[in-house]
């Protein structure tokens, strides 16, 4: 069908919204050739710890699907009588709800029923019987059903109180004590205290065993969506649909509402129920589309509507949110309508901070549409990604990105919008393409490059971007080739041609700093490698790849640095290790500290004078003091383990002082309790534990090491 929009006063700016949509928000892994440059792993980049994926979105269902009812019975006389009755006034969609839920009333609902649009209720008696429906009956004792009982007589049974002085073969299980509230639907076996509830047929004399698995709720439910399946009544299984969308049993309502649908294909309010379930499990794209089916089959249904009007909003398309929010015959709802203004509002500003490259104000703007309710926008989404990116932020860039669903789960005007000046689509390749480089993955960069331009080549910023990629990817491969031929002159040269076409490339700095190092200019391999590093603070060789040139500078403590981070980061290199180990020894030295015996992997070093204990407290990185006494049975104890720690981190320095024989040292500490330790980082005193366990000492050891 066919949609017009026409003017509405209430929205000042939607006069230019279309002009204003339209105009402005209208690289593989390197292959291992060899060991040095940035190949196998290009990025390699550290875990950063405690850092959450900023911007990862999680589709999550409306509140336009989150309504719930209930028909409450006020006794068990109209239970009976509603099985011989049936009400024919039913609008097809239960009332008594919140306006956005799949069982709401619409007040605008078309009286003159069509073929096929059958909407009384079926008044069988209920299936299943839950507390929450008023539906619990009590035994003289206070004993509670459990909610979920199947009774085939339609009627609820009374629970019965267990028979005086009993015994033989009827046997009462009672949950628990009876003093306590059970779960729902359980029945547990239990001791005394609480009276037994009678499960069976009236007079059968059978008892459930409270060993049961499952819950009976649960289970009640399953057989009722099996018995529901097979019914040839269409209103019959969707009222038994609306009641599992109540509880929240999404999948199962679905299932009812696609049997009802395929009873009556032609029903347009079961098309919008089936809609509201598909909502509530994150199944967007797919929700716009039974809608769209609910209106084409009945134009002047209101309810598939204003669920329209709530699904493009959070898609964040404006037009189609306000065609469907103010088709003619409906007042628009008025949070929806704020809704849809604030989105409008922060489009355009996120629009103009991007047109001035200010990317902080275009982060806060898409955080902002996102919160108001456009949080599945995938160009909003990108645009938050494109702004990480500029800042830097590489990988909260790829991660955001990389958690927008596949467009085919978007409705083809999502796609099809424009953005930026360019499709929704094209901006999203841009884009990937974009990180992508950012990333070293070149060869991935190619290849969206080249997508987005064979969609919309004509697009300026989409070709510069493809010629950037295709660029940077020929001086990579030249400058990879030269340098395996040792020529590294020639390979600086080829590296920093690539550079020209994207200068935030932070492989192309790394590769580069190898290079220089090779020619044995370390100064110009740092330089490159700090590039890389403000491009990507977490990347593993270009930090790695400095630490060796600083300590070629002797910049032992620029070195020792940069170790200490790496050894937090891979805590299994020996390599890293031993190279912090001889960074420390040197900066000590530098400094003009006594550097004793200290070796790696070796024993415990003694302290013997008190001028050697402040040497070994102001020793660079991690020092560990154990403070003993010879005779001490603890101290013996635990001293082969302190020489196992010595080994197992071989970064740490560990000292032990005889406080019998350093009473001066002793005192000055206020040692009055072995075995204690003191930890100290880079001079300064972090710990100090007390007749620790085992354990306790190593996880000590092992934090601050890290």
């Not at 001086?475 to 020529?487: M, Q, V, Y």
């Not at 003091?625 to 720690?645: G, T, Y």
Request: glycine share 8%.
């Amino acid at each position: 069908m066919s949609h017009s929009a026409k003017p509405i006063q209430e929205i000042s700016s939607f006069d230019s919204l279309t002009t204003r949509l339209h105009d402005s928000l209208s690289c593989d892994e390197n292959k291992p050739d060899f060991r040095e440059l940035d190949l196998a792993s290009p990025v390699s980049p550290l875990r950063t710890r405690g850092s959450v994926a900023n911007g990862a979105l999680t589709p999550s269902s409306s509140s336009s699907s989150s309504g719930s009812a209930s028909a409450k019975n006020s006794n068990n006389t109209q239970l009976a009588s509603r099985s011989e009755t049936k009400s024919n006034n039913h609008s097809g969609e239960l009332s008594g709800l919140s306006e956005t839920s799949p069982i709401a009333q619409d007040p605008h609902r078309s009286s003159n029923s069509k073929p096929g649009h059958r909407r009384s209720v079926s008044a069988e008696p209920p299936l299943i019987y839950s507390g929450g429906n008023g539906a619990t009956s009590a035994s003289p004792n206070g004993t509670v059903l459990p909610s979920g009982n199947i009774c085939p007589s339609g009627k609820i049974l009374k629970a019965v109180p267990p028979p005086r002085n009993a015994t033989g073969a009827g046997r009462i299980l009672k949950a628990g004590s009876g003093t306590g509230n059970y779960g729902h639907g359980s029945i547990v076996r239990g001791g005394g205290g609480g009276g037994g509830a009678k499960l069976g047929g009236a007079g059968t004399g059978s008892f459930v065993d409270a060993n049961v698995t499952g819950n009976i709720h649960f289970v009640g439910e399953a057989m009722m969506v099996r018995r529901k399946l097979v019914s040839t009544d269409p209103e019959e299984v969707k009222k038994a649909g609306n009641d599992l969308y109540k509880r929240g049993h999404f999948v199962e309502a679905l299932s009812l509402y696609d049997r009802a649908i395929s009873l009556a294909p032609d029903n347009a309010a079961f098309r919008s129920n089936r809609a509201a379930a598909l909502t509530a499990l994150g199944r967007l794209g797919e929700a716009v589309k039974e809608c769209e089916e609910a209106v084409r089959l009945e134009p002047s249904y209101g309810r598939p509507h204003q669920r329209l009007a709530s699904l493009y909003l959070r898609f964040g398309q404006v037009e189609y949110a306000q065609r469907h929010l103010f088709f003619p015959g409906q007042q628009p709802d008025q949070s929806e309508l704020q809704k849809l203004k604030s989105l409008v509002k922060h489009l355009n500003q996120c629009t103009d901070a991007r047109k001035i490259g200010d990317w902080k104000s275009a982060i806060r703007e898409s955080d902002a549409a996102m919160e108001i309710g456009a949080d599945y926008s995938p160009q909003l989404i990108a645009c938050k990604a494109e702004a990480l990116l500029k800042l830097h932020q590489v990988e909260e860039a790829e991660s955001i990105l990389s958690n927008i669903p596949k467009l085919e789960n978007y409705p083809p005007c999502c796609s099809q919008t424009k953005v930026f000046g360019m499709l929704a689509e094209v901006y999203l390749l841009y884009v990937r393409a974009q990180v992508e480089m950012a990333l070293g993955r070149i060869d991935n960069a190619v290849v969206a490059a080249e997508k987005a331009g064979m969609i919309d080549g004509s697009n300026v910023e989409v070709a510069r971007v493809l010629n950037n990629v295709k660029m940077v990817a020929r001086a990579r491969s030249r400058g990879n080739d030269l340098f395996s031929s040792g020529r590294f002159s020639e390979a600086c040269l080829a590296y920093g041609e690539g550079l020209k076409y994207d200068s935030c490339n932070s492989v192309l700095y790394c590769n580069r700093a190898v290079c220089w190092s090779k020619l044995g200019l370390w100064e110009k391999s740092v330089e490159d490698c700090n590039q890389a590093l403000k491009i990507q603070p977490n990347y593993t060789k270009a930090l790695l790849r400095r630490a060796v040139s600083n300590a070629k500078l002797e910049r032992w403590a620029e070195a020792t640095r940069d170790y200490e981070v790496l050894r937090r980061e891979l805590p299994g290199d020996n390599e890293v290790a031993e190279s912090l180990h001889r960074a420390q020894i040197a900066l000590k030295k530098s400094r003009g500290l006594e550097v004793h015996s200290m070796t790696f992997c070796g024993e415990v070093e003694e302290v013997s004078s008190l001028n050697k204990f402040k040497s070994a407290t102001l020793s660079p990185g991690v020092s560990v003091i154990h403070f003993k006494v010879a005779s001490n049975e603890q101290c013996e104890e635990i001293s082969p383990f302190i020489n196992m720690l010595c080994v197992r981190y071989p970064s740490v320095n560990f000292f032990k002082v005889d406080v019998g024989e350093l009473l001066a040292v002793a005192k000055a500490e206020s040692i009055r309790t072995v075995p204690t330790f003191k930890i100290y980082r880079n001079g300064e005193k972090v710990m100090e534990l007390i007749r620790p366990s085992h354990q306790l000492l190593e996880d000590s050891v092992r934090n601050f090491s890290l």
